[in-house]
């Protein structure tokens, strides 16, 4: 099993950056294919990016975040982090990590297993 743990959200102005993070218990954290995923009031959970297991070689993002969001992977410290540059309100959101035993890219929500609580995210215009 595996126990997920976000940080790092809070208030920025728009154009600026945040750096999140996710802290994973356990030892096999390296076989976990990760994601975040963000949830606005009032919509549903929308994918934002992927990284595979192990080196993380494949990387996979949201056309919404693609050239501003980076994902990156510390296996050494089980931390799975989602830097995230010129933000705008839209992306205004409480923020997720994810794990999968999957393999490949996936991006629904319902192909993973194990979820963070979440950290807020605001974006002030």
């Known amino acids: 099993q595996v126990q997920l743990v976000e940080s790092g959200g809070g208030l920025v102005q728009a154009g600026g950056s945040l750096r999140l993070s996710c802290a994973a218990s356990?030892?096999?954290?390296?076989?976990?294919?990760m994601a975040w995923f963000r949830q606005a009031p009032g919509k549903e959970r929308e994918f934002v990016a992927f990284?595979?297991?192990?080196?993380?070689?494949?990387?996979y993002y949201a056309d919404s975040v693609k050239g501003r969001f980076t994902i990156s992977r510390d296996n050494a410290k089980n931390t799975v982090n989602l830097t995230m540059n010129s933000m705008t309100p839209e992306d205004t959101a409480v923020y997720y990590c994810?794990?999968?035993?999957?393999?490949?890219?996936?991006?629904?929500?319902?192909?993973?297993?194990?979820w963070g609580q979440g950290t807020q995210v605001t974006v002030s215009s």
């Open positions: 356990g030892r096999t954290f390296s076989s976990y294919s």
């Open positions: 990284i595979s297991r192990n080196g993380g070689s494949i990387r």
């Open positions: 994810a794990a999968t035993t999957i393999t490949v890219v996936v991006t629904g929500p319902s192909r993973y297993v194990y």
